[in-house]
């Protein structure tokens, strides 16, 4: 490739950025975040912020505010073909160029692998505004301005950027040449084969896949002109892929160019779609934001509900008396981009929960955390009861899977707790919703899974004699501190986790007083409780002041302060006493809570790992030993409600966790932060029970009685 000479600038340094200034909630009921030249002049700034849309069946399309692609993982259009996996990078990017009165202004940024930025259109970058999920840059050169929305269909592999001439002088010309790939998202792609076949035909450019017509990119640009110009371009940078320690730089094919010319005041489309060919819909942006304004009505209808997670009894609440924040809306908008359509056996349709963009796909344990607080809290419970049903047709020998696999293969199922986080998400579903009838179909299934876990199943998993569970053997990682290396177990645990039977104690409590209402009896339930309760008092260790991380393990109980415990601090669970409870609460204040959540280890643990990076023997060593969760914010508030019943500082607790909106992926959550502050960002850059836990913790502190 011809590039601009721009001196070689040196690459985005992978530290935590400032938070972002001006969100509001604009007239039109939604959101609005701007950004102004303080951010669009700072290239670095730029490209540690990334932007994401998705399209509700496990695409998306996302990138840095400047336009570079510093993941793998970054696209203009990442197709889910077998949705909600066989996700697949089909249009990784697009380079623009602007010409006005014989001047040409470019408004891509691409960085390559020795550190050239070229062409470098941010500097013609004037401001960033996110509508909802929408993100619209806006470019200034001589003799105009435009203005550039990248937004998704809906339930389809269609990606949508609408480019409006704010200001021009006199005629301009807007050139789009599209890089193009085939590749599974996790891969990467360089020149050497053959180039794929291209064509073009009035407005449209196609670039054939590999595997049929169902997978051809199709490209068009209203009353543009197409032409062929094939070639590969190569060596873009992956800078976030090296602080990953991955494979840090890649080739695209270039396609081709569209054309058009536009005058003031126009607006143009420029449309990708994977299999059939899509035309420009003018009203296709306007039903994105109707959408994302219905999803937030629904919102806040819900405060009407219950809004208590796993396990709890139902409150009576009210609508927040104070507007809707705006960082709660941007968030509530942020949980739904991770719900998604899954097919159900027999082919009925069905929903399930992507656990993180952009590596993961539907994972048990995380889906189960994940729904009360993305759907429940936010008004969905026919999305619940969709969800569950959809793991509940794979559940095998009392157990639900893990994660179903990206290639669409057979589900896997090694945890120990994602069953016992199903049992807490119907728990929550019936206790929100009253539905006695889903409770009745469900129920025989659940004490199915009981009796597995009394017989045994998979992994060691079973119940011992003190009527606790017990789990694990070596060389496989049961609990969500699942962390493996080749065949290092990072966090074994084997034994009888505190969570897992924190977990178990509620799934008892549940269904014994469930059980009548499904015409079962509730004895045989009441009399496991007794006796597990009896024997978790175990869990207490005297001698630090809070509880065991695991008891009975290989080399006896663990007494690592970690955060699992926090799920035994809950009052209902009558696992310990009220001043027990308190002092989990404090050690795990005191130790664990940070502003971006509750570290895995305490750091005066010699095992504590303060900083996460490096390649994966390094990050995942660290995962749980130390790098901080979000999710956890969620249990946590709850217990410290339980404990002390002071809203305002459990507000107080939960604010900085607003902040993480603007830091890193714009409008929502991320994975994991380090142990250490500043507590950089790492991990996935939105993160399913990270936004669910924040929404469901804002939720029950609003019904403790707090406005914040």
């Given amino acids: 490739?011809?590039?601009?000479?721009?001196?070689?600038?040196?690459?985005?340094?992978?530290?935590p950025a400032a938070p972002l200034s001006g969100l509001a909630m604009a007239p039109s009921g939604l959101p609005v975040q701007h950004m102004g030249r303080e951010i669009c002049a700072d290239l670095k700034a730029l490209e540690t912020r990334e932007w994401l849309i998705t399209n509700g069946i496990g695409g998306y399309a996302g990138g840095s505010l400047a336009g570079t692609s510093t993941r793998g993982y970054h696209g203009l259009l990442v197709a889910a073909l077998s949705p909600p996996v066989g996700r697949t990078l089909m249009l990784a990017n697009v380079i623009e160029t602007v010409e006005i009165d014989g001047q040409r202004t470019p408004l891509s940024t691409i960085r390559w692998h020795d550190g050239a930025v070229s062409p470098a259109g941010w500097i013609a970058m004037?401001?960033?505004?996110?509508?909802?999920?929408?993100?619209?840059?806006?470019?200034?050169?001589?003799?105009?301005?435009?203005?550039k929305t990248v937004f998704m269909d809906h339930g389809a592999n269609v990606t949508r950027i609408d480019y409006r001439i704010a200001q021009a002088t006199g005629p301009l010309k807007l050139r789009v040449e599209p890089l193009t790939d085939f590749r599974d998202y996790h891969g990467r792609s360089f020149a050497g084969g053959p180039l794929p076949q291209i064509t073009a035909e009035g407005r449209t450019l196609t670039v054939a896949g590999p595997d049929g017509p169902a997978g051809d990119l199709h490209m068009c640009l209203e009353t543009a002109t197409s032409a062929v110009r094939a070639g590969n371009f190569l060596d873009f940078d992956l800078a976030r892929e090296r602080d990953r320690g991955?494979?840090?730089?890649?080739?695209?094919?270039?396609?081709g160019y569209l054309e058009c010319w536009l005058n003031q005041g126009e607006t143009i489309q420029f449309v990708a779609s994977a299999g059939e060919p899509v035309g420009p819909d003018s009203r296709a942006r306007s039903r994105a934001l109707a959408r994302e304004s219905e999803t937030l009505s629904v919102f806040q209808g819900s405060g009407t509900q219950g809004t208590?997670?796993?396990?709890?009894?139902?409150?009576?609440?009210?609508?927040?008396?104070?507007?809707?924040?705006?960082?709660?809306?941007?968030?509530?908008l942020?949980?739904?981009?991770?719900?998604?359509?899954?097919?159900?056996?027999?082919?009925?349709?069905?929903h399930s929960i992507i656990a993180g963009y952009?590596?993961?796909?539907?994972?048990?344990?995380?889906?189960?955390?994940?729904?009360p607080g993305l759907t429940h809290t936010c008004g969905r419970p026919e999305v619940a009861a969709s969800v569950l049903q959809a793991f509940a047709d794979v559940v095998d020998s009392g157990m639900i899977p893990n994660r179903f696999t990206d290639d669409g293969g057979a589900p896997e199922y090694n945890t120990v707790d994602a069953t016992f986080w199903f049992i807490e998400a119907v728990n929550s579903h019936w206790r929100m919703t009253g539905d006695d009838e889903f409770l009745r179909q469900i129920f025989p299934l659940l004490t199915g899974v009981v009796e597995a876990m009394q017989a045994g199943t998979r992994y060691g998993i079973q119940v011992a004699e003190d009527g606790l569970i017990r789990a694990g053997e070596p060389g496989v990682q049961l609990t969500w501190m699942d962390a493996k290396?080749?065949?290092?177990?990072?966090?074994?645990?084997?034994?009888?986790?505190?969570?897992?039977?924190?977990?178990?104690?509620?799934?008892?409590?549940?269904?014994?007083?469930?059980?009548?209402?499904?015409?079962?009896?509730?004895?045989?339930?009441?009399?496991?409780?007794?006796?597990?309760?009896?024997?978790?008092?175990?869990?207490?260790?005297?001698?630090?002041?809070?509880?065991?991380?695991?008891?009975?393990?290989?080399?006896?109980?663990?007494p690592?302060?970690?955060?699992?415990?926090?799920?035994?601090?809950?009052?209902?669970?009558?696992?310990?006493?009220?001043?027990?409870?308190?002092?989990?609460?404090?050690?795990?204040?005191?130790?664990?809570?940070?502003?971006?959540?509750?570290?895995?280890?305490?750091?005066?643990?010699?095992?504590?790992?303060?900083?996460?990076?490096?390649?994966?023997?390094?990050?995942?060593?660290?995962?749980?030993?130390?790098?901080?969760?979000?999710?956890?914010?969620?249990?946590?508030?709850?217990?410290?409600?339980?404990?002390?019943?002071?809203?305002?500082?459990?507000?107080?607790?939960?604010?900085?966790?607003a902040d993480q909106l603007g830091i890193e992926a714009i409008g929502t959550i991320g994975e994991i932060f380090e142990g250490d502050a500043p507590h950089g960002p790492r991990g996935c850059v939105a993160q399913a029970w990270s936004v669910a836990e924040v929404l469901r913790a804002w939720r029950l502190i609003t019904a403790h009685g707090s406005d914040r």
Wanted: one cysteine or more.
């Fill in 485 to 558: 290396v080749g065949d290092w177990v990072v966090t074994p645990r084997i034994g009888k986790p505190i969570e897992v039977n924190a977990l178990w104690l509620s799934a008892l409590h549940f269904m014994a007083e469930a059980a009548p209402v499904a015409g079962a009896d509730s004895a045989p339930f009441a009399e496991k409780l007794t006796k597990a309760r009896a024997a978790f008092e175990r869990f207490w260790n005297p001698e630090t002041g809070h509880a065991f991380d695991v008891i009975d393990g290989p080399d006896g109980n663990d």
């Fill in 560 to 657: 690592a302060l970690r955060p699992n415990q926090i799920f035994a601090a809950r009052a209902e669970l009558a696992a310990f006493d009220a001043d027990q409870r308190k002092a989990i609460v404090d050690s795990c204040e005191h130790a664990l809570l940070t502003p971006a959540g509750l570290r895995s280890l305490a750091p005066s643990d010699p095992a504590y790992k303060p900083r996460y990076g490096g390649d994966q023997v390094a990050r995942d060593g660290a995962y749980h030993q130390g790098t901080v969760w979000p999710w956890l914010i969620g249990p946590f508030i709850e217990a410290h409600l339980d404990a002390y019943a002071d809203p305002d500082r459990a507000a107080a607790m939960l604010a900085p966790l």
């Fill in 1 to 15: 490739m011809s590039r601009l000479q721009h001196p070689p600038l040196a690459a985005p340094m992978a530290t």
């Fill in 126 to 147: 004037t401001s960033i505004t996110f509508e909802g999920t929408l993100p619209t840059w806006r470019f200034t050169g001589q003799g105009f301005t435009l203005e």
């Fill in 246 to 255: 991955l494979t840090d730089r890649e080739d695209h094919v270039h396609a």
């Fill in 308 to 332: 208590d997670g796993p396990g709890r009894k139902e409150r009576a609440t009210t609508p927040p008396a104070a507007p809707l924040p705006a960082w709660v809306a941007r968030l509530a």
């Fill in 334 to 350: 942020a949980a739904d981009q991770f719900i998604v359509r899954r097919t159900l056996s027999g082919g009925t349709p069905g």
């Fill in 358 to 371: 952009h590596w993961f796909a539907d994972w048990g344990r995380d889906t189960m955390i994940s729904l």
